[in-house]
């Protein structure tokens, strides 16, 4: 599909019809919700009964996947809530966005979030969010900061949980089910009424549950009722397709796995690592096979969208799109004395890759990297090894691009 898209798009070039807002006009029936409920395991997705989903994924299908970056490595990042929102919404690890707990005492901004990107390149189009907290638009989506460039949502519907008179707080946190109850109607009645072009719906319940009462009778209860709610937006999306000529994709995740006990999370312990992606996508590609991480949604929404990342945002994205185009995956980059060795997985029968590699992170203030082309690489041979010498550093930031986008690896270097 996209591929015969972008032959069109050649062929039309010339003509300039190809990127006249005109044309992107006539495409704009795209719609995406993405939705996170807390705090979700993979095996607990397996093993509770949860039918909405399950229609979902009959459509498109569900994918395992790691929250928390490479265990050990430089992007580990903590399996805290916050920490995985961020990582969602702006498709790189917390050694980028800075957000490394519930506090979000600093984000990095220059990072931006999918909203973020979406609005700069349609202004005119919307966006909207659905939410158990406050937070997630006034400070990780950074709404009205002018770091943000003051980004505005379109449609929000959250901060009940500071409203005590409407939603007076419980011991048992009731209040957050009705909550995540009134969210989830609010979503579905916007979806059914407004139609926002990119939103996200987040549900707080399942994580509460968890927290109070482990692997529990009561966490089960609290996922088929998170499931209940997912129905609602589902049932709205089917709605909006019946009756418009609109094309929407739904993606659902989790931000984090949970102890073996059910009770904890934050460690980087295989369960809490543990997550799920699902979606009702026909456009899967190769990774969709394999195992994927949480920060691969951006560049599927994107691709789905037709967003256009500038190319030093898409070398700086650490997912891998599992929709649309994609043509290697899981890169790695090791420095031995004068040499950096990559490897990668081919997911394509594309040949043609290109290596870059840049000593600075100026991306990270604001700026731009300097990057250097070390070397046009065979994709399906999965590696390649360049020289050092001459670039004195105890950073390097590599990237390997492909006809389809960007794998990004660094490389930090203990100093004495
Ligand atoms: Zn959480």
Redesign the pocket.
């Given at each position: 599909m996209i591929k015969s898209i972008l032959a069109t798009c050649l062929g039309l070039l010339l003509f300039q019809a190809c990127s006249s807002p005109e044309k992107q006009e006539e495409q704009s029936d795209k719609k995406v919700l993405f939705v996170i409920v807390?705090?979700i395991p993979d095996d607990v997705i397996d093993s509770v009964a949860t039918p909405n989903l399950d229609k979902i994924i009959a459509e498109g299908g569900l994918m395992r996947a790691t929250m928390g970056g490479e265990k050990d490595g430089y992007s580990q990042t903590p399996t805290i809530?916050a920490v995985?929102y961020n990582s969602v919404l702006t498709g790189v690890w917390a050694n980028k966005h800075n957000v490394w707990g519930n506090g979000i005492k600093d984000p990095n901004y220059h990072y931006p979030t999918i909203f973020k990107v979406f609005k700069e390149q349609f202004p005119e189009k919307t966006i909207g969010i659905f939410s158990t907290w406050l937070d997630n638009r006034t400070k990780l989506a950074g709404a009205g900061l002018t770091q943000t460039g003051n980004l505005t949502f379109d449609y929000h519907y959250d901060g009940m949980e500071l409203d005590t008179v409407a939603y007076p707080h419980d011991e048992e946190r009731i209040f957050i089910f009705n909550i995540d109850e009134a969210v989830s109607k609010n979503a579905a009645q916007t979806i059914q009424e407004h139609a926002p072009d990119l939103s996200w719906m987040y549900l707080e319940f399942t994580?509460d549950m968890s927290h109070k009462f482990g692997n529990s009778p009561q966490f089960v209860d609290a996922v088929e009722k998170s499931d209940v709610q997912l129905g609602r937006v589902w049932d709205a999306i089917q709605e909006r397709e019946a009756k418009f000529n609109e094309d929407w994709l739904i993606v659902i995740t989790t931000?984090?796995g949970r102890q073996d006990s059910g009770y904890g999370?934050g460690g980087q312990s295989e369960r809490e690592r543990s997550v799920w992606i699902a979606t009702n996508s026909d456009q899967l590609n190769a990774h969709f096979a394999e195992r994927g991480q949480t920060v691969d949604i951006f560049p599927s929404i994107a691709n789905f969208l037709g967003l256009e990342i500038s190319k030093e945002k898409a070398m700086e994205l650490d997912g891998v799109p599992f929709i649309g185009a994609v043509d290697a995956s899981q890169l790695r980059a090791v420095k031995k004395e004068n040499t950096i060795e990559l490897t990668w997985k081919p997911l394509s029968q594309e040949n043609q890759g290109k290596v870059w590699v840049s000593t600075t992170n100026n991306f990270k203030t604001g700026g731009t990297d300097a990057y250097e082309a070390v070397g046009e690489v065979d994709l399906k041979s999965g590696s390649f090894t360049f020289s050092t010498e001459g670039m004195k550093s105890d950073f390097y930031k590599v990237v390997l691009e492909t006809p389809s986008g960007y794998l990004n690896y660094w490389i930090l270097e203990e100093t004495e």
């Open positions: 807390d705090g809530s995985g994580d931000d984090h999370h």
